[in-house]
Each structure stands twice: as C-alpha cells, then as structure tokens.
C-alpha cells in the first residue's frame, strides 16, 4: 500500500453504525449502508486494518449489577513543568477507579473522573494520590447524582462535517 488510506460516505456510515452496534451481522450492516455483503465485509477488514476501528466492547448495565459512584475532579498541579505533568499521568494511570484524565485549560490542571464503590472509596482512592507524592497541590471533587445524558458513540458524520457537501477523508501513514 501506498500509505493513503481514502474514505468515502460509505465507510463513514459503516463506522458510524458499528459504533453503535458492533455484533451488528455484517448482512444487517451491508443493508443499512446499502452495500451487498461482500464489499462490506471488505471495507471492514479495511477499516480494521488501519487502525480505524481498534476494537469492539460490550456496555455492561453497571446498575443492574452494584452500585457505584461517578465523581469528577479538578486537579491543580504543584509544579508546572513538563516533568511534573509526565510524574502525574505516569502514577494516575495506575489507578484502576480512573475512568478519564483530561488535561485542560482553564483555572485547574486536570479533569478526572473516577467511578467507585462509595463516596468513602473514593477517598481512600485520592488519599492514595496524595500519598504517592504526584504533584497535586489540590482538589475539587463533585459527585454526580445523576447523568441524564451518556453518549457512547461520537457524531463522526458532524465531526467531519459530512452532512454539509459529500467529500473523501484522506488518512495517511495507517
């Protein structure tokens, strides 16, 4: 290959609905995007070749399972050097409770968000920050009580301004 990889509304809409239902059959995803099966299989492979999809999950209903807490916290670093910003992303990494990290702009460092058992582990949990000596000069921790609205697949038509004029993406170095 010559390291370009060319993608079309069609390979779009196949990513757009295996994000939402990647056990979709690849017969019932050749229909919805209006291919025969064949072709559609191809572009798949295709699509999974370069890296595009990187794998296929399953959305367990936690709630129906235990219950937990999802809590959100501003992170304001001691230091601002580049060694400080790689000691904390290196030992946050290891925390099995963080499901994000987001360095971000504004009046603190990072936004995390943990989901724990209670709101007492997830103090044990930044305690166990603290303790490691990750640069963290302080914290604001909100917890959620309720999330009105999750989304576990990303608007790609939008994202690439689809809907507006019908073009390639052209990907290179896959």
């Given at each position: 290959?010559?390291?370009?990889?060319?993608?079309?509304?069609?390979?779009?809409?196949?990513?757009?609905?295996?994000?939402?239902?990647?056990?979709?059959?690849?017969?019932?995803?050749?229909?919805?995007?209006?291919?025969?099966?064949?072709?559609?299989?191809?572009?798949?492979?295709?699509?999974?070749?370069?890296?595009?999809?990187?794998?296929?999950?399953?959305?367990?209903?936690?709630?129906?399972?235990?219950?937990?807490?999802?809590?959100?916290?501003?992170?304001?670093?001691?230091?601002?050097?580049?060694?400080?910003?790689?000691?904390?992303?290196?030992?946050?990494?290891?925390?099995?409770?963080?499901?994000e990290c987001h360095l971000i702009t504004g009046g603190y460092d990072y936004l995390l968000r943990f989901m724990t058992?209670?709101?007492?582990?997830?103090?044990?949990?930044?305690?166990?920050?603290?303790?490691?000596?990750?640069?963290?000069?302080?914290?604001?921790?909100?917890?959620?009580?309720?999330?009105?609205?999750?989304?576990?697949?990303?608007?790609?038509?939008?994202?690439l301004d689809w809907g507006h004029r019908d073009r390639d993406v052209v990907l290179s170095n896959y």
């Amino acid at each position: 290959m010559n390291g370009l990889l060319k993608l079309d509304r069609l390979d779009i809409s196949i990513l757009s609905h295996l994000q939402k239902d990647g056990r979709i059959s690849n017969v019932n995803l050749a229909d919805a995007v209006g291919l025969s099966p064949s072709p559609c299989l191809q572009r798949v492979k295709r699509l999974e070749a370069a890296g595009l999809i990187i794998g296929y999950e399953a959305h367990i209903n936690l709630v129906k399972l235990t219950d937990y807490v999802n809590v959100f916290t501003e992170v304001t670093l001691t230091g601002h050097r580049r060694e400080d910003f790689q000691r904390f992303e290196q030992g946050i990494k290891k925390v099995d409770e963080l499901m994000e990290c987001h360095l971000i702009t504004g009046g603190y460092d990072y936004l995390l968000r943990f989901m724990t058992r209670t709101i007492e582990h997830y103090q044990e949990v930044i305690e166990g920050l603290l303790d490691a000596s990750l640069g963290i000069d302080k914290y604001f921790s909100y917890i959620v009580i309720k999330s009105p609205v999750i989304k576990n697949s990303v608007p790609l038509k939008s994202l690439l301004d689809w809907g507006h004029r019908d073009r390639d993406v052209v990907l290179s170095n896959y």
